[in-house]
């Protein structure tokens, strides 16, 4: 099975149309990978339905960088029983 | 010019937030509040000294005027019409007569009839008054109705009495209305003596004599006969601000009738008219200088560019009073629908009955209403006006926008209220209309309400049958 970090770099590359080899840890999602508002939304809704979770959406909107979004999916995944 | 000396203003730090409650109660309009110390207007030289809060005590009314000058805007309304209006405005004013008083034409067999059922209602309040021509010949028909009380014209400016009543002289001018005036006695009918195109008028030379005559004939009858003064600011030329010279100054035409005539309050009223966007603060003027009664009509439709808005006259007399005081407030919405139904446009953006005057478009401002609808909407205007705020949706809503109206399209609150996650959906197919169809206009709620079903199954399904109750 693929990584957390793996799927979460697919899932980006494909809400936001960029090649997934150009994604690093570090990137954020709005200055470097260009995403906007409405796409913000999507790739949480997107996330969600990856990992079968439940995010809270406050939370999830603030996390900014894909190195973040690993780190509190795989925390979510832990606390909502869901093996990674 | 004098200097100003600068004065420091340190931060207030807090945690909390100061919400300002005491003003911004949500329950009710913005309350009005003023300070301890009195106004002064310098009339003849001399500060006179005005104290707005008594307005709190005094007996402040409105008074409408929609089947006189709100139907010389308009071809006729039909008697049926006038009749449910009426019955709306009793509703509106309450039990305590907040609307005090409406005019009709006597003109007409359906002036008359119409007069006959609005009484038939049995409603104390708003009294039925009449309106003539200052001939003496038109108090028969105001005898004939069983009117207390009538409006007639009493031209006070030059432009009228000379350019278009063609009077010789002012002397002639003022012995022909007094004389009706004095016919209105003899018929046991209370004169309301309309001082039209006051605002242009020479006071001091035609209007204070004028009315020092009227109140001196007011001495000789009972008092329930004693002439009202009708403030016509016939073409919106009236100043609200201080410090304006006569005729304009609004504050110093209500001092001159009011403290040295002697006209009292509560024979005072003002009538307004919009010609320069005016006519609301004008008329809520009158009301802190001394005038009890403000004239209007509904939603302000009136000759020309129309009267004060009644239901703003209702919203500013709820925020002087800090009290509903028995107004039916989402009555307001019941008439506008109304009107609508009968032909009167309301314009989209017109204040508290507008399709979208508590709609807002900008993506930032739905989030803001979605977090705390305060935030972006002036008062409960779901309580008051039976009108949750909404959201247009447009490329600049956002998911916010999108998901304020899919909560408020299922009627959905509190913790049932679906967050913006669950409707992506929906909101990347709004953003697509504009992005990728190129799409120039709003999407409206039918369209949404196509999209929510197909893009948003589970949803629908789940809450359709609270389908409507927000929108």
Known sequence: MASVEERVKEVTARVLKVDTSKIGRGDQFGADLGAESVQSVELVAMFEEEFGIEMNEDEALSVDTVGSAIDYISKVCQEQGVQV | ?471
């Open chain 2, 1 to 471: 010019m004098t200097t100003t000396q600068t004065k420091s203003h340190p931060l207030v730090n807090t945690t909390e937030p100061n919400l300002i409650e005491d003003t911004f109660d949500y329950n009710l309009p913005p309350l009005i509040h003023f300070e301890d110390h009195p106004t002064v207007e310098y009339i003849d030289g001399k500060p006179i000294e005005f104290n707005f809060s008594d307005v709190k005590k005094r007996d402040i009314v409105i008074t409408d005027t929609t089947f006189r000058d709100g139907q010389q805007a308009r071809p006729p309304y039909e008697i049926d019409q006038m009749v449910k209006i009426y019955d709306m405005l009793a509703r509106l004013g309450g039990p305590n007569g907040v609307i005090r008083q409406t005019e009709f034409f006597l003109y007409t067999k359906n002036d008359r009839e119409t007069l006959d059922r609005c009484r038939a209602l049995g409603h104390k309040y708003p009294e039925c008054t009449g309106w003539i021509r200052a001939v003496k010949s038109d108090f028969r028909l105001v005898k004939e109705a069983g009117l207390k009380e009538t409006g007639m014209l009493t031209s006070s400016s030059d432009y009228h009495i000379f350019q278009k009543l063609k009077f010789k002289s002012r002397q002639e001018c003022m012995d022909s209305y007094c004389e009706v005036v004095a016919a209105a006695f003899e018929a046991g009918v209370r004169p309301r003596c309309h001082l039209e195109d006051l605002t242009r008028a020479d006071i001091d030379g035609f209007v204070l004599p004028f009315v020092e005559r009227l109140m001196e004939m007011s001495r000789d009858v009972p008092p329930e006969l004693a002439v009202k003064i009708r403030l016509c600011d016939t073409m919106g030329f009236g100043l609200h601000y201080p410090n304006a010279r006569l005729p304009r100054s609004i504050p110093k035409l209500i001092y001159k009738l009011n403290q040295e005539i002697g006209v009292p309050s509560d024979r005072l009223e003002w009538h307004g008219h919009n010609d320069f966007h005016r006519v609301h603060a004008n008329s809520s003027t009158a009301w802190l200088y001394g005038c009890n009664a403000v004239n209007g009509t509904l939603f302000g439709f009136g000759e020309r560019t129309g009267n004060p808005p009644l239901e703003g006259a209702i919203m500013e007399y709820i925020a002087l009073k800090g009290d509903l005081c028995g107004i039916d407030t989402p009555v307001i919405t019941e008439l506008a629908e109304y009107m609508k139904s009968i032909g009167l446009p309301i314009p989209e953006n017109y204040p508290f009955v507008g399709k979208h005057f508590n709609t807002t478009r900008a993506g930032i401002h739905a989030g803001g209403l979605r977090q705390d609808e305060r935030i972006y909407n002036i008062f409960d205007t779901e309580k008051l006006l039976q009108r949750p705020p909404r959201v247009a949706i447009t490329d600049k809503t956002g998911a916010d926008g999108v998901a304020l109206w899919v909560n408020d399209f299922f009627g959905l609150k509190g913790d049932d209220r679906i967050s913006k996650i669950k409707v992506h959906k929906l909101a990347r197919w709004v953003m697509d209309q504009y992005e990728v169809e190129k799409r120039l206009t709003a999407i409206s709620d039918q369209e949404l309400e196509t999209k929510t079903r197909e893009l948003m199954p589970t949803i629908w399904e789940k809450y359709k049958g609270k389908v409507g109750v927000g929108v």
